[in-house]
């Protein structure tokens, strides 16, 4: 009598990894949407990058806070985790002392919230350059 | 440079960029990820002015 639980389970054998599959994500979280632009989807691609420049360079001028690495408040490593995300931008702005200035007027919040979010979208297209890379997505 | 945005310009350009990207990397196709993208930029601005009114609303 064949018993369900005792069947083995079949398991699709592993695809070797391509390189196109490394190399696009991280040069996609470095430079947005060059992950894209590397595997020729010009369009998407300058759109991403557009987009998320965009965002993070509206947040600056903004006087919005940059995060740092950190171990304290659980919002603080919250944002820095999303600062990160915009990759080369966030090492530069980092690197020139961007992002760090007292804030003067109300609204810089919205400018802090612009950099998180820049980085966080960074994060999508960096997956979803992952996924055209594999080729589950065209 | 400083650039000041009130809080619908800045509603307003969140939801541009982000339902561009949303757009892009939730949907297959050329037309659906404009359709999308269209839906997530009117969604995120409904909302925040919705948002506004039953604010408005509540301090009534």
Known sequence: MANSTTEKTKVAPAEPVSMMAVVAPAIGWLIPGAGHLIQRRWIRGGLLFVSVVTMFLLGLAMQGRLYKANGGDILDMLGFIGDLGAGGLYIVSMAMDWGQGAIQFATADYGTKFMIVAGLLNFISVADAYHIAIGKKR | ?60
């Open chain 2, 1 to 60: 440079m400083t650039i000041t945005l009130n809080h619908f310009s800045a509603a307003t350009v969140f939801a541009l960029f982000a339902s561009i990207v949303f757009g892009i990397t939730h949907r297959e196709n050329t037309r659906d990820m404009v359709r999308y993208g269209a839906y997530c930029f009117v969604m995120f601005l409904g909302g925040a002015l919705l948002a506004g009114w039953v604010m408005w609303l509540l301090r009534r």
